[in-house]
């Protein structure tokens, strides 16, 4: 059984609106509903960045001392590889955390019935969340990116690694905030799929995993493009596009589903 | 042997107290009803019963000294939440057997049997159920564990009149057969005054009457009479309830006998169930000392 | 019967009572729990498939380079490529997911395992059986975090197969921190570790969602901690000593988790 609880503020008005909520509107009832997602995420990023800033700066004082000792310090290269590992999964944690319970969660509880109504409504109901908080994880990764590839540069620097390097490659900011956003998408979409919020989180790890892996180990080497930021571009680009797809996909599975 | 016994009983949330200094001895055998408004607590104090909650202060036994909680008031003790909790993605037949396993007595036949005559599908899960067959479902595996005390939280809310009805038979019956005692809640009297010959009335988080039905109509009566005397004579009687219209007064009072003569010039009239339960929670409000923060259950 | 001879019955019973037996909530925590469980069971038995094909890939092609000649040929190159970039690429990423298998494991498995009857409400219906809540939540923890280790330790040996070629071509030994996190006591540890630290969670959280997130972000902590701070001051050397001593206080800690949780058990309010 389903409880009928209306989140708070939320939904009702869209209800009984005749003409289509406006904009800013849907820009208040997204923030309200899920401004808890809005909210950690952020702080979660922001407190990682922090710790990126004071490992920066500590980096680049044991680099000044690598020209007279010849030996870049091995403990900063073991934080910086662990930190580049957690980078390999930020943007799907970021996206199975954010994305996953956008549609699930309604669709669970059963206050779907309250913000869907019918046809083009719901649709754009979906569209717009989807966009406006999917736009707002890619930002927040690529900016994390930023501050990843800042306290990164001394070992690109070193020689340790390159830019090139797919592990290196899937972390610089562009790249990475294309991610995040592809990641959420699959999260979304998942979500409205499974109707429920965990294994869709399940499934989007599995997908991206997958797509991931397919990305690296073959489609990278496939580019019609040469070169470092073509080569972002055009990640950034494919990626962009297979998520408009999915957005459109999952805004079709929204009107398809009987309320 | 009382089968619930409080002292100076009390839970707070907070700094907010939800219940305050209660003190009960309910005796077994009894359908004892715990009638209240919403967020007068009665949530709160069933779940201390049930060893859900800790109290704050004081203590709460049951079964004749078993703390509450403890591994035999467990064992003996059914407990029906509100909203009867039971998994929606489990069968029924699933439902009985996880009871069964959870539990050192269990009738599984009796459990069978009765979802059987409810007609209510084994295979189904509980969530496809309707609410009056959840909460059916909820109690059969409450009975089935043969309890010494059944504790049933709002079960009637979610309800329409016949699913009540339904529900209401099989806990007298289970009364009737087994001997269960059964403390029940709810906001709405009249679903109880039939059932109920154990009263307990809470108001704003304290207790405000706990007696026999019985006994509580038998010392309780609506005195009429001239609204200028009134006074005088509330003054000399212990008075639940003063309502005055213009030239009469309608005094509910309590009265030490039952054979206590009529003032002169003033009429009695006995109470209903009803009555004495919303002049005692209206009485209540009215106290100082009940304006206390609340909060919801 | 009387009221009477019930109460009488009763009375006599009390003074022995017995618990409901441990076995018992093997049929419970299976059917309540049976869903996540063969998921995880799934996507252990995925991770082995795939380990399984891609090592015996990588040994083939490890082969072929081997016995490829002349090195400077453009055949033997195409086979240098393939090692060293598509196969590279995949034992990375082999190496990646497994790190963050145990981590997975606590989020989806841990996290939900006590907290959704506390975020649905039937924690009213659960904790009020014969069986207590003490018992309810050290058997739903053990049943459903032991045998998920024992097939996180398979899943390690073979992991270590799996490295094995990998290992000298990247410069990494079974010491390297990550190599070492995945094979061995190590590996299924960390699982055991980060289920009961999801379920910790979960009871303290009572919500599944947030339970998960302070899952990852105190697990993450733990790793690196672990990798930068605890590891490379264990009192022992050699790879197995090392193995052995973070296992037990791996284990040692999860029991204490388990504690934990049933001590917060005890005394979360209705």
Same mark, same amino acid.
């Given at each position: 059984?389903?409880?009928?609880?209306?989140?708070?503020?939320?939904?009702?008005?869209?209800?009984?609106?005749?003409?289509?909520?406006?904009?800013?509107?849907?820009?208040?009832?997204?923030?309200?509903?899920?401004?808890?997602?809005?909210?950690?995420?952020?702080?979660?990023?922001?407190?990682?960045?922090?710790?990126?800033?004071?490992?920066?700066?500590?980096?680049?004082?044991?680099?000044?001392?690598?020209?007279?000792?010849?030996?870049?310090?091995?403990?900063?290269?073991?934080?910086?590889?662990?930190?580049?590992?957690?980078?390999?999964?930020?943007?799907?944690?970021?996206?199975?955390?954010?994305?996953?319970?956008?549609?699930?969660?309604?669709?669970?509880?059963?206050?779907?019935?309250?913000?869907?109504?019918?046809?083009?409504?719901?649709?754009?109901?979906?569209?717009?969340?989807?966009?406006?908080?999917?736009?707002?994880?890619?930002?927040?990764?690529?900016?994390?990116?930023?501050?990843?590839?800042?306290?990164?540069?001394?070992?690109?620097?070193?020689?340790?690694?390159?830019?090139?390097?797919?592990?290196?490659?899937?972390?610089?900011?562009?790249?990475?905030?294309?991610?995040?956003?592809?990641?959420?998408?699959?999260?979304?979409?998942?979500?409205?799929?499974?109707?429920?919020?965990?294994?869709?989180?399940?499934?989007?790890?599995?997908?991206?995993?997958?797509?991931?892996?397919?990305?690296?180990?073959?489609?990278?080497?496939?580019?019609?493009?040469?070169?470092?930021?073509?080569?972002?571009?055009?990640?950034?680009?494919?990626?962009?596009?297979?998520?408009?797809?999915?957005?459109?996909?999952?805004?079709?599975?929204?009107?398809?589903?009987?309320? | 042997?009382?089968?619930?016994?409080?002292?100076?009983?009390?839970?707070?949330?907070?700094?907010?107290?939800?219940?305050?200094?209660?003190?009960?001895?309910?005796?077994?055998?009894?359908?004892?009803?715990?009638?209240?408004?919403?967020?007068?607590?009665?949530?709160?104090?069933?779940?201390?019963?049930?060893?859900?909650?800790?109290?704050?202060?004081?203590?709460?036994?049951?079964?004749?000294?078993?703390?509450?909680?403890?591994?035999?008031?467990?064992?003996?003790?059914?407990?029906?939440?509100?909203?009867?909790?039971?998994?929606?993605?489990?069968?029924?037949?699933?439902?009985?057997?996880?009871?069964?396993?959870?539990?050192?007595?269990?009738?599984?036949?009796?459990?069978?049997?009765?979802?059987?005559?409810?007609?209510?599908?084994?295979?189904?899960?509980?969530?496809?159920?309707?609410?009056?067959?959840?909460?059916?479902?909820?109690?059969?595996?409450?009975?089935?564990?043969?309890?010494?005390?059944?504790?049933?939280?709002?079960?009637?809310?979610?309800?329409?009149?016949?699913?009540?009805?339904?529900?209401?038979?099989?806990?007298?019956?289970?009364?009737?057969?087994?001997?269960?005692?059964?403390?029940?809640?709810?906001?709405?009297?009249?679903?109880?005054?039939?059932?109920?010959?154990?009263?307990?009335?809470?108001?704003?988080?304290?207790?405000?009457?706990?007696?026999?039905?019985?006994?509580?109509?038998?010392?309780?009566?609506?005195?009429?009479?001239?609204?200028?005397?009134?006074?005088?004579?509330?003054?000399?009687?212990?008075?639940?309830?003063?309502?005055?219209?213009?030239?009469?007064?309608?005094?509910?009072?309590?009265?030490?006998?039952?054979?206590?003569?009529?003032?002169?010039?003033?009429?009695?009239?006995?109470?209903?169930?009803?009555?004495?339960?919303?002049?005692?929670?209206?009485?209540?409000?009215?106290?100082?000392?009940?304006?206390?923060?609340?909060?919801?259950? | 019967?009387?009221?009477?001879?019930?109460?009488?019955?009763?009375?006599?019973?009390?003074?022995?009572?017995?618990?409901?037996?441990?076995?018992?909530?093997?049929?419970?925590?299976?059917?309540?729990?049976?869903?996540?469980?063969?998921?995880?069971? &799934?996507?252990?038995?995925?991770?082995?498939?795939?380990? #399984?094909?891609?090592?015996?890939?990588?040994?083939?092609?490890?082969?072929?380079?081997?016995?490829?000649?002349?090195?400077?040929?453009?055949?033997?190159?195409?086979?240098?490529? #393939?090692?060293?970039?598509?196969?590279?690429?995949?034992?990375?990423?082999?190496?990646? #997911?497994?790190?963050?298998?145990?981590?997975?494991?606590?989020?989806? &498995?841990? &996290?939900?395992?006590?907290?959704?009857?506390?975020?649905?409400?039937? =924690?009213? =219906?659960?904790?009020?059986?014969?069986?207590?809540?003490?018992?309810?939540?050290?058997?739903?923890?053990?049943? =459903?975090?032991?045998?998920?280790?024992?097939?996180?330790?398979?899943?390690?040996?073979?992991?270590?197969?799996?490295?094995?070629?990998?290992?000298?071509?990247?410069?990494?030994?079974?010491?390297?921190?990550?190599?070492?996190?995945?094979?061995?006591?190590?590996?299924?540890?960390?699982?055991?570790?980060?289920?009961?630290?999801?379920?910790?969670?979960?009871?303290?959280?009572?919500?599944?969602?947030?339970?998960?997130?302070?899952?990852?972000?105190?697990?993450?902590?733990?790793? #690196?901690?672990?990798?930068? =701070?605890?590891?490379?001051?264990?009192?022992?050397?050699?790879?197995?000593?090392?193995?052995?001593?973070?296992?037990?206080?791996?284990?040692?800690?999860?029991?204490?988790?388990?504690?934990?949780?049933?001590?917060?058990?005890?005394?979360?309010?209705?």
């Amino acid at each position: 059984m389903t409880a009928l609880i209306l989140p708070p503020g939320a939904g009702a008005d869209t209800a009984e609106r005749s003409s289509p909520v406006p904009w800013h509107g849907m820009l208040w009832v997204t923030w309200r509903q899920q401004r808890a997602t809005l909210v950690s995420v952020p702080v979660v990023l922001a407190a990682a960045a922090v710790l990126l800033v004071i490992a920066g700066v500590r980096v680049r004082a044991d680099y000044g001392n690598l020209i007279l000792r010849g030996d870049f310090n091995n403990g900063d290269w073991a934080f910086a590889q662990a930190m580049d590992f957690l980078m390999q999964v930020a943007p799907v944690l970021i996206g199975i955390f954010a994305g996953a319970p956008v549609l699930a969660r309604e669709l669970e509880s059963g206050t779907f019935r309250y913000a869907w109504t019918q046809g083009l409504r719901r649709e754009r109901w979906v569209i717009a969340k989807l966009a406006l908080l999917g736009a707002f994880s890619a930002v927040l990764a690529g900016v994390f990116g930023e501050v990843f590839a800042w306290f990164f540069q001394p070992f690109i620097s070193a020689g340790d690694t390159s830019v090139t390097n797919g592990l290196v490659f899937d972390t610089r900011p562009v790249v990475f905030g294309a991610w995040a956003l592809a990641a959420f998408m699959i999260a979304a979409c998942s979500g409205m799929l499974l109707r429920r919020t965990l294994p869709a989180m399940a499934v989007t790890l599995g997908v991206y995993l997958g797509l991931s892996l397919l990305t690296g180990s073959f489609l990278r080497g496939h580019y019609p493009v040469s070169g470092f930021w073509p080569a972002q571009s055009f990640e950034c680009a494919w990626l962009v596009v297979l998520s408009a797809a999915l957005i459109v996909v999952t805004a079709r599975l929204a009107r398809r589903r009987a309320a | 042997m009382n089968v619930i016994e409080t002292t100076g009983l009390g839970k707070a949330y907070g700094k907010s107290w939800a219940l305050r200094d209660c003190k009960l001895d309910i005796p077994e055998g009894h359908l004892a009803a715990l009638v209240g408004p919403n967020g007068a607590g009665k949530s709160t104090l069933m779940n201390m019963i049930a060893g859900l909650a800790v109290p704050t202060e004081g203590t709460v036994t049951v079964l004749g000294g078993y703390p509450a909680g403890s591994p035999r008031a467990l064992d003996s003790i059914a407990f029906v939440a509100q909203d009867a909790p039971v998994y929606q993605n489990l069968s029924v037949s699933d439902m009985i057997h996880l009871t069964r396993n959870l539990n050192r007595r269990f009738d599984s036949d009796y459990a069978t049997a009765r979802a059987n005559e409810l007609a209510i599908p084994l295979r189904r899960k509980a969530g496809k159920l309707s609410r009056g067959q959840q909460s059916q479902v909820a109690l059969t595996l409450a009975l089935a564990r043969k309890p010494r005390l059944l504790i049933l939280d709002e079960p009637l809310a979610a309800l329409d009149p016949l699913a009540r009805q339904d529900f209401m038979a099989t806990v007298m019956t289970a009364m009737a057969d087994n001997g269960v005692s059964v403390l029940l809640s709810s906001h709405a009297i009249s679903d109880l005054e039939r059932f109920a010959d154990y009263l307990v009335i809470l108001s704003h988080g304290a207790l405000a009457a706990a007696a026999e039905t019985d006994d509580l109509l038998a010392d309780h009566r609506v005195l009429t009479g001239p609204a200028d005397e009134a006074d005088r004579l509330a003054q000399t009687l212990t008075v639940v309830q003063d309502k005055r219209a213009a030239a009469q007064a309608h005094l509910l009072v309590r009265t030490a006998d039952p054979g206590d003569p009529v003032p002169p010039g003033w009429e009695a009239h006995p109470v209903t169930v009803e009555e004495l339960v919303l002049a005692y929670l209206r009485a209540h409000r009215k106290t100082p000392s009940a304006e206390r923060s609340m909060v919801p259950r | 019967m009387t009221v009477l001879t019930l109460h009488a019955r009763y009375e006599a019973d009390a003074d022995r009572l017995h618990p409901v037996p441990w076995q018992r909530m093997i049929w419970v925590t299976w059917r309540q729990h049976r869903a996540a469980f063969i998921s995880v069971m &799934a996507v252990l038995a995925a991770a082995a498939a795939f380990e #399984v094909a891609e090592g015996l890939k990588i040994r083939h092609d490890y082969a072929a380079l081997a016995a490829c000649r002349p090195l400077s040929s453009a055949s033997c190159q195409a086979l240098n490529s #393939v090692f060293n970039s598509s196969d590279w690429h995949v034992a990375n990423t082999v190496d990646i #997911v497994m790190q963050v298998v145990p981590l997975l494991i606590g989020m989806f &498995a841990g &996290a939900s395992v006590l907290a959704r009857d506390l975020e649905t409400g039937t =924690f009213r =219906f659960a904790w009020t059986q014969g069986i207590g809540r003490e018992r309810w939540t050290i058997a739903k923890l053990v049943f =459903f975090g032991v045998p998920v280790a024992v097939a996180a330790a398979a899943l390690g040996e073979l992991n270590a197969w799996f490295m094995a070629p990998i290992l000298p071509q990247e410069n990494m030994t079974v010491m390297t921190a990550t190599v070492f996190d995945t094979r061995g006591i190590a590996f299924p540890a960390w699982t055991l570790t980060a289920f009961m630290i999801g379920a910790f969670l979960g009871m303290l959280l009572r919500r599944i969602l947030p339970a998960m997130a302070v899952t990852m972000g105190v697990y993450a902590a733990l790793a #690196v901690v672990t990798w930068l =701070f605890l590891r490379p001051n264990y009192p022992i050397g050699g790879f197995w000593p090392a193995q052995l001593l973070e296992g037990a206080w791996l284990v040692v800690l999860s029991v204490a988790l388990t504690a934990a949780t049933v001590w917060l058990a005890r005394r979360r309010a209705a």
